[in-house]
Every structure is written in structure tokens, then in C-alpha cells.
């Protein structure tokens, strides 16, 4: 579907055809281009029926839609210091927090949607000066793992005539990678933030849905009843991540001594303790476990 989208919109900036061709099934088919009985792109659809079965669309242009769409990715990963609050040391980010909106603003007047939809239009678009500043913004928030493809993106947008269009498409790659850099980056910050509040919030969360007189009392009773009943089991236990079935008693010990989050010497450590703040004292991100060799964010 991704290869779809991108090569219709390849289409249009080389020909300006929006059509699509598709049988009363909605499946694809060869497109029969419309473009000369309606030259001007319209804003809703144009249906012109080929035959009793097949049908041509003549859609309204994709490429304002990715200019809005690209223009607010940036902004999104360039500024990740929305709220400075949340940080163990807010002061200690909120210059960086104003750099970040500098940035944003310097964006925004040279990033104009609008006016680059008409110079694509009118064929006269040249990215290379536009991605050129986007590359040097870029590089002050990503990881030093990200200048080369920073550097190879302004290289690309270098390219002669409208290939150097599809820099767009590996602008947004590179932009889907800073997003998880970033966001596993702000977890080990608030992690201090997370271990001291998440507790509390779990607790308010607890008493405004069950009543502010309930208590985990009830819980602690069931999770004791099941230790002890799998502990009462002289058998292994079928499971199906274990054909060769589950001693829960080594199965226990092992799970001890290596993550105590699932169980320690007592499941009811699971009610007892937070297990989000044991969560995150393990240092699991995102995607994982953080490497020895994270990437580190500068700016941020």
C-alpha cells in the first residue's frame, strides 16, 4: 500500500495525473487517464465510467496533504520539550526547550506548504536549497548515528530536475527514526519523574474506578491463593510455551533471580510494589533493552 501512494504521487508531480482505475470490486486496474476532459485537479472526486464494470477517479492532488503532513512530523521531532515539567531538573532544559522553538519558527517560514504545492505545480520547484536548511536543523536534534543519512539526504535533494522530489520520502524515514531515538531518549530522562509519580497515579486510578474505600486486599488474597496452589502442585503444568511442561517451582526461582518483575520470592510483589517503576528500573525502552551503544541525543 506505501509503494501505491508513493508511486501515484511520484505520477502527479511528473505529469500532474491523479487518475486511478479501478472495477466495481474496488481492484485495480490499468489507469485510462482522464486528465484531458478535466485538465484542472479537482477538489472532491471525479467518477467517469469506462464501461459497465470499470471506472476512472480523477482524485484531488496528494501532495498538499504531504507537505502539511511533512511539515508537522518535523516540528513534532524537532521540538520533544513541550513540557519541561515533567523533567527531574526542568531548568536545566528550558534553554534548550527555547532553542527547540527557535528552530521550529525558522521552520515554518521557510517550509511555506502552499507555495511549495504551486512550485511543484508549476515545475519550478528546487528542493535542494530547502533541504539544505532542513539538514542543518536536523543534525542540531538527532544522534551522531544519524549525520550520515542527514548528509546523504541533503546530497540526494542535489539531484537534477524532479528526482530530486523523492528526497520527501527519505526526509520522513529518517524523521520515523529520530521519533523513537527521541522517545526512548525522554524515557531514561523521566525515568526519576516515572518512578516517583506512577505509583501515585496507579493508586488514584484504583480508587476513582473501584470507589475511594476499596483496597488491595482482595487482590493480595487471590495472588497468595494461586502461589500457593501452583506451589501445591506435585506435577509439572502444560504450557505451551513449555512442551516439555512448566516445573513452576523452578520456573520460580529462575524468574527470581532474573527479572523481578514477574515474580520475586512472592507473586505478590505484583500488588505489593509498583511494578512500572520496577519496570523501568530494569532500563527497558520502547524498543527493548537499552544498548550498550544507544544513540545519544544532542539538543534534547
Not at 104 to 109: F, I, P, Q, S, T
Not at 194 to 203: D, H, M, S
Request: with cysteine.
Amino acid at each position: 500500500m506505501s509503494e501505491k501512494y508513493w508511486n501515484a504521487l511520484w505520477e502527479e508531480v511528473k505529469s500532474g495525473c491523479t487518475c486511478v482505475t479501478l472495477d466495481v470490486y474496488g481492484k485495480s486496474h490499468k489507469t485510462v487517464c482522464i486528465c484531458t476532459r478535466h485538465p484542472e485537479t479537482p477538489t472532491i472526486p471525479i467518477i467517469t465510467p469506462l464501461s459497465n464494470f470499470v471506472y476512472t477517479l480523477r482524485l484531488p492532488s496528494r501532495i498538499p496533504a504531504l507537505l502539511t503532513e511533512f511539515l508537522e512530523v518535523m516540528l513534532f521531532v524537532i521540538q520533544p520539550l513541550s513540557n519541561t515539567a515533567v523533567y527531574t531538573n526542568p531548568n536545566a532544559v528550558k534553554e534548550q526547550a527555547q532553542e527547540h522553538s527557535a528552530h521550529a519558527a525558522h521552520l515554518r517560514e521557510i517550509f511555506d506548504p502552499a507555495l511549495i504545492y504551486q512550485e511543484i505545480k508549476h515545475k519550478v520547484f528546487d528542493p535542494s536549497g530547502l533541504f539544505t536548511h532542513i539538514g542543518e536543523t536536523l543534525k542540531h536534534h538527532c544522534a551522531p548515528m544519524r549525520d550520515r543519512a542527514v548528509e546523504e539526504l541533503v546530497q540526494f535533494a542535489q539531484q537534477p530536475g524532479i528526482e530530486a522530489f523523492r528526497a520527501f520520502r527519505t526526509c520522513l524515514e529518517l524523521l520515523e527514526l529520530m521519533k523513537l531515538d527521541i522517545a526512548n531518549h525522554q524515557l531514561t530522562q523521566l525515568r526519576p519523574w516515572l518512578l516517583r509519580n506512577t505509583g501515585v497515579f496507579e493508586v488514584k486510578a484504583f480508587k476513582l474506578r473501584f470507589g475511594a474505600d476499596s483496597s488491595l486486599h482482595n487482590t493480595r488474597e487471590w495472588l497468595h491463593s494461586a502461589r500457593d496452589s501452583l506451589l501445591a502442585r506435585k506435577k509439572p503444568i502444560p504450557h505451551p510455551s513449555y512442551p516439555s511442561l512448566l516445573d513452576y517451582h523452578l520456573f520460580a526461582a529462575f524468574l527470581a533471580h532474573k527479572q523481578p518483575i514477574f515474580i520475586s520470592s512472592d507473586v505478590t510483589d505484583l500488588a505489593s510494589h509498583d511494578p512500572v517503576a520496577i519496570f523501568l528500573s530494569t532500563g527497558d525502552t520502547l524498543s527493548g533493552q537499552v544498548p550498550s551503544g544507544a544513540p545519544q541525543l544532542r539538543g534534547h
